[in-house]
């Protein structure tokens, strides 16, 4: 006769706190110094009737443990929570809690964002009453048509895991699986759990087992023999080999393997937006940016090359020139992720950047690409950066014009007293986006924070929070133009209030320059993008007063008239013991005018305006030329 086993030890507690109790027990790695570390490093959280009952009252329970930031901007505390894991190398991550309604719904551009970007971030939206007993509540949408809708749905397409909490006892299958999206690296990006306000306040027994410590292991594919065997019998029959380095080789933390398969095999490195910072911007065989934001250097040899190896970058328009440019090349693709890796038509190697750039260093012995196209890279390299070194040694602009982005640049990196390697810059949208990519200097691999995979306006300043909370001891530059600060600027605040200092640069241009610039280069008249150019009232355009806004939000905060009183100012604002912004006016019509490659932007077919005829022109000459050069001989 067998004794009957002991049930299993349970603990009474709500969803809520069953959600942040499993949550705070997961460890991860800091990427850095390899110590075990908690994979989440907090909730941001704006509460309302939607989650202040339930979560708000589990996440109090647990402070101590999982800390609670309070944010002023449901996308914003997503951009934070998203900059961070990006900070850390997707290893360690944020949650981030909203009440039902127009909490849950500004979460929406955050979440495509870190989908598109292929960042972790866990979403836990309040939703409406699993029991429907009071509806429709407060801010709840009505489906004429289906009972089970919820605005939260509008988080399923940029989700990679979507779930409805609607019984306790999901959360055992669902927790897990959540967290395997975050961080596995194929699948890696936004997770929502939208948890229903009645069921967040549900008790259930739970197994004390589903809250044991337990760290994550983080996998990557490994590439199979015959994908290696493909790769070195293309790199071996190449005699013009050109690697691009994007995001995915800065996630593997793949600088050492790449530095040393560059050195031993004689191969230039070139780098998307996402991927700038894997190589020292010094480094002889380091190209600079490849596509249309790219270097002169990069996109002479793209052109040439007769192998691009792709090494985890999903090849972006931007990267590949609308495939302009180097789509008649052969291209090897690395990546862990075997949609990004078919982009190119070429062979792909599934697997973590790192460990296949080893493998192939390893199987490729004594070879190397031949001297003269070593020799080529290293001085197209060389003169590159003189172009760079010319244009950010500016220290005037044009007598009579006002300093441009490159001059800006300049001056920011010149302010630092030590090595630029303590600097991260942080960016996304507009203008600097390409000049940064063309001119930033960085030598660390995370020194250059840049969103542009969605390029979202808004994200600076709340990704340089996020930065900031993750890289606590890295002085942080955000530069941002003045139209994305209008659009969000809120977490100043939050970065007084946390004393998590930033240097906020605003580049004021009085509209938004980037795109007036794209509209009168298709033929269009400036209309509706800088302030002169749109519809006013009697009072006419605002002056802002960017120093004095950011001040009344508790920082410091002052405006300069040139490139030397900016100099100047960044001293001051390194020495400053909270956030510090500074303005400037600066020229939209100027731009680096180095490097560049064409970018695809449809022109209208008809037009009564003969530039618009013209720019079409253009245009097909240009959709012809692409398809001649990727068309085989």
Known sequence: MTTPSSPPATVRLTTAQALVRYLAALQ??????????????????????????????????????????????EQAMAHTAIAYAKAHMRRRMMAVTTSIGPGATNLVTAAALAHVNRLPVLLLPGDIFVSRAPDPVLQQLEDFGDGTVSVNDCLRPVSRYFDRIVRPEQLLTALPRAIRALTDAALCGPVTLALPQDVQ????????????????????????????????????????????????????????QLLAFADKHGVPVCETQA????????HPLHLGPAGVCGSTAANALLRDADLVIAVGTRL??????????????????????????LKGNGLEVIGD????????????????????????????????????????????????????????????????????QDDVVVCAAGTLPAELEKLWRTETPGGYHMEYGYSCMGYEIAG??????????????????????????????????L????????????????????????????????????????????????????????AIAEHVADIAGLEAAMERARAADRTYLISIDTDHTRTTDEGGAWWEVAIPEVSSRDAVRDARAGYDTAIVARKTRNTPT
């Not at 991927?275 to 010094?282: R, S």
């Not at 938004?512 to 509209?519: A, E, T, V």
């Open 201 to 256: 306040a549900e008790a259930y027994d739970w197994p004390l087992a589903f809250f044991e410590p337990r760290e994550i292991v983080f996998r990557a594919p490994q590439p199979t023999d015959d994908e290696l065997m493909h790769a070195l019998d293309a790199i071996e029959a190449a005699e013009r080999p050109v690697i691009v380095a994007g995001g995915g080789a800065l996630y593997a933390r793949a600088t050492p």
């Open 499 to 554: 004393d998590a200092k930033l240097i906020v640069v605003v580049l004021d241009n009085r509209g938004y320059g980037c795109i007036n610039r794209l509209q009168q280069s298709t033929g269009s008249a400036a209309f509706n993008n800088m302030f002169d150019d749109c519809v006013q009232g009697r009072h006419g355009a605002p002056t802002i007063d960017f120093a004095a806004h950011a001040r009344a939000m508790g």
């Open 275 to 282: 991927g700038k910072g894997v190589l020292p911007w010094n």
């Open 316 to 341: 972006q328009d931007f990267t590949t020139g609308s495939n302009a440019l180097f789509a008649h090349v052969p291209i090897l693709s690395v990546n862990v992720n075997t949609f990004d890796a």
């Open 28 to 73: 991860g790695r800091d990427p850095d110094s390899d110590v075990s570390a908690p994979l989440f490093g907090g909730v941001f959280a704006i509460f309302g009737h939607g989650n202040v009952a339930g979560l708000g009252e589990a996440l109090h329970g647990i402070r101590d443990t999982l800390p609670t930031y309070r944010a002023h901007n």
């Open 353 to 420: 950047a790192a460990r296949v750039l080893d493998d192939l260093g390893f199987g490729l012995e004594d070879w190397t690409a031949p001297e003269a196209w070593t020799l080529r890279a290293r001085q197209l390299a060389g003169a590159w950066l003189d172009i760079v070194a010319r244009t950010t040694d500016a220290r005037q602009p044009p007598a009579g014009r006002l300093p441009y982005d490159g001059e800006v640049i300049g001056a920011v990196q010149r302010s630092s007293s030590r090595s630029t």
């Open 464 to 497: 340089g929070l996020g930065v900031k909370m993750a890289l606590p001891d890295r002085e942080v530059v955000v530069m941002v133009g003045d139209g994305s600060y209008l659009m969000m600027n809120s977490e100043i605040a939050t970065s007084v209030m």
